[in-house]
């Protein structure tokens, strides 16, 4: 169950690679995070779970279902979405983004207003800013709201594409904590995009790392990953070879202090 | 101002005549624009195609335009639809590449997040395309309401009445007045719906005018 991509690739008439034979499953209520840099396919792949492309060969399967015998329009409104900063209407006032897909499939507009109330509380954000125009929030505020209009339908699968890649990173961090405590709460299964390792690390259960043309790099736990990347490019990229990665510890006045590769202290080592 | 004191109940007539020439043929504009530009920004080279003869159909000179016209259609020359017609043609050809930039302007990033969110096409048409064109969609309408006033007046000339008719008829009988009258009230006219347009606007487009007053995260 969850998701599975089995053997898809994705070609372009221009002869293009972006994916090229990807396998991999998501288990129910698990986060997948695919990271790479741009061009390595992953966008493209979290892209065919809700069918905005088609893979060329292979097939993405959610509960063992082939998403090709879905209706789109269906099969998308069933898949909560977070876009990149800018996704939101900007036309539409933010309790009316949250509420778009229960509207669209139905939901009274009155009821699917009070639903999205309550999403935005449990996205942190004040109610009384559902008023506003997307324009009139800050850029965090914003990827909550984008947060609050996934979930609005209570989807089983969430996909982001880069959801807080536009946020300061203190915000940002804020953002993955508050995503964090959610999907402690929610259980969904999530793709999330994103070329920050750190938030792959942070966000996901199995972390699929991806070169150039959507070919697996390395795929694992966060902890496999870091312990024994695969090879030089997956040593590269999640820095393995960077002073904030190599930690020691040293002993000051009793107590184990973790410091990184430059001597600086990154924390206390419990006993 | 005596002639015009004389003449007031013809000249708030050839007034509304003017306007029931007039609006028509801008809502047609409007509605023919928006299809085109539409299939414009869909698909450049057919939309190349279609602006290039919009464009080329403009520079066609309005009397014979408003003798072609009633031989194509085979409706008589002075009836009204013959002059609807010809200022719908010249409003379309102004407002079709203005459409289809419309359509360009709006963010990429928005209309795809729609498509991922379950709008259906027509859906994003009508609740996303459209409204976010609007912008830009308005400053050609706006172009399109003054140009299709003054227009209007070219009428007078196969006998169409409108506040053109003023100007053939005071020219004939050299009356300054009602010449003056013609020139003054088109003008006025067009100021007036111009204003309407830009209220209607701003009224469509209330993100518009609040953007940007966010506050910290």
Request: no cysteine; net charge negative; proline share 5%.
């Given at each position: 169950m969850g998701i599975e991509f089995r053997g898809v690739s994705k070609t372009y008439p221009d002869g293009t690679v972006a994916v090229a034979d990807f396998s991999c499953q998501v288990p129910s209520h698990r986060t997948l995070a695919l990271v790479g840099t741009s061009g390595s396919g992953k966008t493209t792949l979290m892209r065919m779970v809700n069918r905005m492309i088609d893979p060329t060969t292979g097939e993405v399967l959610i509960d063992g279902k082939d998403v090709r015998g879905l209706d789109k329009v269906a099969l998308r409104r069933s898949i909560g979405y977070v876009p990149q900063a800018g996704g939101l209407l900007p036309h539409r006032r933010v309790l009316d983004n949250v509420a778009t897909v229960p509207v669209l499939t139905g939901t009274p507009k009155a009821e699917a207003r009070t639903q999205a109330v309550a999403l935005l509380e449990k996205v942190g954000l004040d109610?009384?800013?559902?008023?506003?125009?997307?324009?009139?929030?800050?850029?965090?505020?914003?990827?909550?709201v984008a947060v609050a209009r996934a979930l609005a339908a209570d989807p089983n699968i969430l996909l982001m594409d880069e959801p807080f890649g536009a946020v300061d990173p203190i915000v940002r961090r804020d953002l993955q904590d508050q995503l964090l405590a959610l999907q402690a709460e929610l259980g969904k299964t999530i793709v999330?995009?994103?070329?920050?390792?750190?938030?792959?690390?942070?966000?996901?259960?199995?972390?699929?790392?991806?070169?150039?043309?959507?070919?697996?790099?390395?795929?694992?736990?966060?902890?496999?990953?870091?312990?024994?990347?695969?090879?030089d490019f997956v040593r590269d990229f999640v820095g393995a070879g960077r002073a904030e990665r190599s930690l020691r510890t040293v002993d000051l006045d009793g107590r184990r202090v973790v410091v990184d590769g430059d001597d600086r202290p990154v924390g206390v080592l419990e006993k | 101002m005596t002639w015009l004191r004389l003449n007031r109940e013809q000249v708030v007539d050839l007034l509304w005549q003017h306007l029931s020439l007039a609006i028509p043929a801008v809502l047609i504009s409007i509605v023919v624009a928006i299809a085109l530009g539409r299939v414009a920004w869909r698909w450049p080279r057919v939309g190349a195609v279609v602006l290039g003869a919009a464009s080329l159909l403009y520079s066609v000179p309005a009397l014979p335009l408003l003798i072609v016209i009633p031989v194509l259609l085979s409706i008589p020359l002075?009836?009204?639809?013959?002059?609807?017609?010809?200022?719908?043609?010249?409003?379309?050809?102004l407002l079709a590449g203005t459409a289809a930039d419309a359509f360009r302007s709006v963010d990429s990033r928005v209309r795809e997040a729609a498509e991922a969110m379950g709008y259906s096409p027509t859906g994003i048409f009508w609740r996303v395309d459209l409204p976010l064109s609007l912008p830009v969609l308005v400053s050609g309408i706006r172009v399109v309401s003054v140009s299709t006033v003054s227009l209007v007046t070219i009428g007078a000339l196969v006998g169409i009445s409108s506040l053109g008719s003023l100007m053939t008829d005071g020219f004939q009988r050299g009356i300054r007045e009602e010449v003056l009258t013609g020139v003054v009230l088109t003008m006025v006219l067009a100021i007036v719906l111009d204003l309407v347009v830009v209220a209607a606007g701003a009224a469509l487009t209330p993100w518009q005018r609040r953007t940007k007053a966010g506050a910290g995260a």
């Open positions: 109610p009384a800013l559902g008023k506003r125009f997307p324009g009139q929030l800050s850029g965090g505020q914003q990827q909550r999330l995009v994103t070329h920050d390792i750190d938030e792959a690390f942070k966000l996901g259960d199995q972390v699929v790392v991806l070169r150039t043309g959507g070919v697996i790099a390395q795929e694992g736990t966060p902890q496999q990953i870091m312990a024994a990347p695969a090879d | 002075r009836s009204e639809t013959n002059l609807v017609v010809a200022l719908a043609v010249y409003g379309t050809a």
